[in-house]
T-cell receptor
């Protein structure tokens, strides 16, 4: 198994500002993903973080709003840009283990005022 | 896009009762995964099913994959308070990505 840490665990931000979330894995993984989860809801995939190249975004998510970096196989960042209250959510990163098993970080709870 | 439908959305049981959640897809799935998310926690991988008609057990949890590989179920026998949480099924989306069902939130009356 592997362990993922995320920073910050939670934050309260003002609208119009940006927040960068960090995701650190304790071992190398082939793929990393970023999800959004509204309280009581399911997980929605934002993008696949590709090492050394631009992230691959899902429908409804764009790079200008959610820029993602992945400089190496154990670290990725997600920035939520120009935030509005609608961006209030839990943001989760995950890494891919063998046999397609994904393991998740503890999440970042974001509140935008 | 591909969707995985999960029912029920909520289930409340008395401790000791059984619990089942169902997952359905309109398309054939190469595999299906199940995750558990405790209140305030993050999703944790439980199991992956790959073969048609496959049945796997983990203590009181029984996972099934339908013969047509379009549906799956998770059954918990004699629930305990530690079973509380939301159970998600997830099907593959493209290469190594997942699409999650809506989840079934299980609450238990001790």
């Amino acid at each position: 198994s592997a362990v993922i840490s995320q920073k910050p665990s939670r934050d309260i931000c003002q609208r119009g500002t940006s927040l960068t979330i960090q995701c650190q894995v304790d071992s190398q993984v082939t793929m990393m993903f970023w999800y959004r989860q509204q309280p009581g809801q399911s997980l929605t995939l934002i993008a696949t973080a590709n090492q050394g190249s631009e992230a691959t975004y899902e429908s409804g998510f764009v790079i200008d709003k959610f820029p993602i970096s992945r400089p190496n196989l154990t670290f990725s960042t997600l920035t939520v840009s120009n935030m509005s209250p609608e961006d209030s959510s839990i943001y989760l990163c995950s890494g891919l283990l063998t046999y397609n098993e994904q393991f998740f970080g503890p999440g970042t709870r974001l509140t935008v005022l | 896009g591909q969707q995985v439908m999960q029912i029920p959305q909520y289930q409340h049981v008395q401790e000791g009762e059984d619990f089942t959640t169902y997952c359905n897809s309109s398309t054939t799935l190469s595999n299906i995964q199940w995750y558990k998310q405790r209140p305030g926690g993050h999703p944790v991988f439980l199991i992956q099913l790959v073969k048609s008609g496959e049945v796997k057990k983990q203590k009181r949890l029984t996972f099934q994959f339908g013969e047509a590989k379009k549906n799956s179920s998770l059954h918990i026998t004699a629930t305990q308070t530690t079973d509380v949480g939301t159970y998600f099924c997830a099907g593959p989306k493209g290469a190594q990505k997942l699409v999650f069902g809506q989840g079934t939130r299980l609450t238990i009356n001790p």
